[in-house]
């Protein structure tokens, strides 16, 4: 099992609040990434960093933004949470050096967010 | 439009069972293609990955094919287990453009009944 982690796992909130959801890894990965998986639905990608200060938008278009101060961390921020916030959310990450994103990615539980 | 097409969308079979799961894929130019399993509430976890030479790859009851001419890969589970129940995605990468990103089918939900 990889070691990357998601908190919280599950996170219920109201309209208007800001939410940090917090990805950590322990296994030096330079490239780590932010999906977001609705039911049923493939996942999509909406930040991904090459390492530490860098960062960069997805394909899908987010409210979000993330930061990577520290290899090992990558949260993603949301200032102002909204209904069509709601869905899981998964971070990843990834062995290897440069730009491409086709090594084995290694998953974390996901948070699942529901915005009220 | 989805590049990456997975079928059936659900599958249920009994304990034991061997089952077939499909995916057909437009991304060109191809660079490898992985299947992976996503229990409930977890994260995904790769099973296997196969490159443009590769035909077939195996992972313990879990075999995986690659037609790279006609862009389809399927994976074959033998002897299914209640354990098997989780939903299996196809990722094709491509290497074509400067980022090789990734291609996400919508998975194929699978239940294994006892």
């Known amino acids: 099992e990889a070691d990357i982690y998601q908190t919280p796992r599950y996170l219920v909130i109201g309209t208007g609040k800001k939410i940090t959801l917090e990805c950590s890894q322990t296994m030096g990965h330079d490239k780590m990434y932010w999906y977001q998986q609705d039911p049923g639905m493939e996942l999509h990608l909406i930040h991904y960093?090459?390492?530490?200060?860098?960062?960069e938008k997805g394909d899908l278009s987010s409210e979000s933004t993330v930061s990577r101060i520290r290899t090992e961390h990558f949260p993603l921020t949301l200032e102002s949470a909204r209904p069509s916030h709601t869905s899981q959310y998964l971070c990843?990450?990834?062995?290897?050096?440069?730009?491409?994103?086709?090594?084995?990615?290694?998953f974390g539980p996901g948070t699942r967010l529901l915005v009220l | 439009k989805n590049q990456v097409e997975q079928s059936p969308q659900s599958l249920i079979i009994l304990e034991g069972k061997n089952c077939t799961l499909q995916c057909n894929y437009t991304v060109s130019p191809f660079s490898n293609l992985r299947w992976y399993k996503q229990d409930t509430g977890r994260g995904p976890v790769s099973l296997t990955i196969m490159t443009f030479s590769e035909n077939t790859k195996s992972n313990g009851r879990y075999t995986a094919t690659l037609d790279a001419d006609t862009k389809q890969s399927s994976l074959h589970i033998t002897a299914s287990q209640l354990s098997d129940s989780a939903s299996y995605i196809c990722v094709v990468s491509d290497r074509g453009s400067t980022l090789g990103r990734l291609y996400f089918g919508r998975g194929t939900q699978l239940t294994v009944w006892p």
């Open positions: 960093s090459y390492g530490v200060n860098s960062t």
């Open positions: 990843a990450s990834s062995v290897g050096k440069g730009k491409k994103h086709q090594e084995t990615q290694y």
